[in-house]
C-alpha cells in the first residue's frame, strides 16, 4: 500500500522560506514514476507546483519557477519541496504526490495534505 | 497556460440520479485529461485518467469521455459518498492546470 506523508512548519513567515518533506511507504521512490507538490489555497482550487523525475531531473510551474525547488533524498524515500520568498498567497494546503505518465501526467496517490500559513 | 473551465461549478442531485460534468480546454488535449473526486478534509482522488481510463479500484458507475477539447464525467446512480467537488486537470502540457471544481450536493 503506498502512502505519503507530509511534514513540515506550519506558519511561515513572510519573506522566509518554505520547507516541506514528504516521506513515501509502501514504494521505493527510486523504483520508478515521478513525483510532486500541488497546492490549493483556503476554499479555492488545486495549482500544480511541480515534478521530479527518476532521472532526477524537475519541472516546475512557470508562475513560481524562481522561488521553487524540489529534491528527492532516495535513503530516505522522501523528497521536499522548498519555496523562497513566500507572502501570503502561499499560504494553503500542500500536497505531496505519485505521478505516473500515459498520455499525459497524473497523480494516483496523494498525501493527506498540510496546512502551511504564512504570517508574521 | 491551458485554461480549464468546468461546468456546472456546483449542483444538487438526488441519490440515484445520472449526473455529467463538463471541461472544456482552451486548446487541444488529445486524450490527456483527468478527473479528481474531493472531499472535505481530504486529498483528491483519481477517478478517470487518459480522458476514459478507470483508475483501479474505482466504481464502474463513474465514467469519462470526450478528446480535443471537450471532455464530461459521469456519474450513473448517484450514491449517497459521491457527494463531493470533482476537479478536472489537462494531463498534456506543462503547467499541468486544474478546473475550478464542481461541487455535487444532495437535493
Known amino acids: 500500500q503506498v502512502q505519503l506523508q507530509e511534514s513540515g512548519p506550519g506558519l511561515v513567515k513572510p519573506s522566509e522560506t518554505l520547507s516541506l518533506t514528504c516521506t513515501v511507504s509502501?514504494?521505493?521512490?527510486?523504483?520508478?514514476?515521478?513525483w510532486g507538490w500541488i497546492r490549493q489555497p483556503p476554499g479555492r482550487g488545486l495549482e500544480w507546483i511541480g515534478n521530479?523525475?527518476?532521472?532526477?531531473?524537475?519541472r516546475y510551474n512557470p508562475s513560481l519557477t524562481s522561488r521553487v525547488t524540489i529534491s528527492v533524498d532516495t535513503s530516505k524515500n522522501q523528497f521536499s519541496l522548498r519555496l523562497n520568498s513566500v507572502t501570503a498567497a502561499d499560504t494553503g494546503l500542500y500536497y505531496c504526490?505519485?505521478?505516473?505518465?500515459?498520455?499525459?501526467?497524473?497523480?494516483?496517490?496523494w498525501g493527506q495534505g498540510t496546512l502551511v500559513t504564512v504570517s508574521s | 497556460d491551458i485554461q480549464m473551465t468546468q461546468s456546472p461549478s456546483s449542483m444538487a442531485a438526488s441519490v440515484g440520479d445520472r449526473v455529467t460534468i463538463t471541461c472544456r480546454a482552451s486548446q487541444g488535449l488529445s486524450s490527456g485529461l483527468a478527473w479528481y473526486q474531493q472531499k472535505p478534509g481530504k486529498a483528491p482522488k483519481l477517478l478517470i485518467y487518459a480522458a476514459s481510463t478507470l483508475q483501479s479500484g474505482v466504481p464502474s458507475r463513474f465514467s469519462g469521455s470526450g478528446s480535443g477539447t471537450d471532455f464530461s464525467l459521469t456519474i450513473n446512480s448517484l450514491q449517497p459518498e459521491d457527494f463531493a467537488t470533482y476537479y478536472c486537470q489537462q494531463a498534456y502540457n506543462f503547467p499541468l492546470t486544474f478546473g475550478a471544481g464542481t461541487k455535487v450536493e444532495i437535493k
Open positions: 521530479i523525475y527518476a532521472d532526477g531531473s524537475t
Open positions: 509502501g514504494y521505493s521512490i527510486s523504483s520508478g514514476y515521478y
Open positions: 504526490a505519485r505521478g505516473f505518465a500515459y498520455s499525459g501526467s497524473y497523480s494516483d496517490y
